[in-house]
C-alpha cells in the first residue's frame, strides 16, 4: 500500500489524518489523526481587552469623523483565510516529505476546497498525487470518514 494523507477541513478546522495499513483481510487501512488546525474565530479576536465588544464604527470624540470599520475586518478575514489555507499547505508538505510517491486525499466544503487546492498543489512534491473530494466530513470520526471514501 502506498502512503496515504487524507485532509479534512472545513472554515474553522483542519485535521490531518495518514494511512495505516492493517492485517485484517476485510479492512484495508484505518485512519490515524495526526495533528488539528484550529482557524482563529473574527469573533473572539473582535473583544477588546476588557471583553466588550468593539463597535462597526469609530465613535469616540477624540478619533475624528465617525467612519465604518467593516472594511478592514474584511481585509482582516481575507488575511486569516491566506494564513489557513498557507497552514494546510505547510503541514501537509511536512507529512509527506520524504515520500518517493503517495497520495493526498482533501476532503473539505466545496468553499474550503476552492480556497486551499492552489496552495496545497504548490506545496506538494510532483511524484505525489492529490484527489479531491468535496464534502463536509470535518465533524465526523477517523472511521466515519474512511468508510465514506
Same mark, same amino acid.
Given at each position: 500500500?502506498?502512503?496515504?494523507?487524507?485532509?479534512?477541513? &472545513?472554515?474553522?478546522?483542519?485535521?490531518?489524518?495518514?494511512? %495505516?495499513?492493517? &492485517?485484517?483481510?476485510?479492512?484495508?487501512?484505518?485512519?490515524? !489523526?495526526?495533528?488539528?488546525?484550529?482557524?482563529?474565530?473574527?469573533?473572539?479576536?473582535?473583544?477588546?481587552?476588557?471583553?466588550?465588544?468593539?463597535? !462597526?464604527?469609530?465613535?469616540g %470624540? %477624540?478619533?475624528?469623523?465617525?467612519?465604518?470599520?467593516?472594511?478592514?475586518?474584511?481585509?482582516?478575514?481575507? !488575511?486569516? &483565510?491566506?494564513?489557513?489555507?498557507?497552514?494546510?499547505?505547510?503541514?501537509?508538505?511536512?507529512?509527506?516529505?520524504?515520500?518517493?510517491?503517495?497520495?493526498?486525499?482533501?476532503?473539505? +466544503?466545496?468553499r474550503?476546497?476552492?480556497?486551499?487546492?492552489?496552495?496545497?498543489? +504548490?506545496?506538494?512534491?510532483?511524484?505525489?498525487?492529490?484527489? !479531491?473530494?468535496?464534502?463536509?466530513?470535518?465533524?465526523?470520526s477517523?472511521?466515519?470518514?474512511? &468508510?465514506?471514501?
Amino acid at each position: 500500500m502506498s502512503a496515504i494523507c487524507v485532509v479534512v477541513a &472545513d472554515g474553522r478546522r483542519a485535521r490531518f489524518f495518514e494511512a %495505516q495499513p492493517l &492485517d485484517a483481510p476485510c479492512v484495508k487501512a484505518t485512519l490515524v !489523526e495526526r495533528s488539528v488546525l484550529e482557524k482563529p474565530d473574527l469573533r473572539d479576536l473582535g473583544a477588546s481587552v476588557t471583553g466588550s465588544t468593539r463597535a !462597526e464604527t469609530n465613535t469616540g %470624540q %477624540q478619533a475624528g469623523p465617525v467612519r465604518p470599520i467593516g472594511a478592514h475586518r474584511a481585509r482582516h478575514r481575507l !488575511e486569516l &483565510d491566506r494564513r489557513y489555507r498557507r497552514e494546510i499547505a505547510r503541514r501537509v508538505a511536512e507529512m509527506t516529505s520524504g515520500w518517493k510517491s503517495g497520495t493526498v486525499v482533501l476532503i473539505a +466544503e466545496p468553499r474550503v476546497l476552492g480556497l486551499i487546492r492552489a496552495s496545497l498543489r +504548490e506545496s506538494l512534491d510532483a511524484e505525489i498525487e492529490l484527489k !479531491e473530494l468535496a464534502r463536509d466530513y470535518a465533524a465526523f470520526s477517523a472511521a466515519e470518514i474512511r &468508510d465514506r471514501f
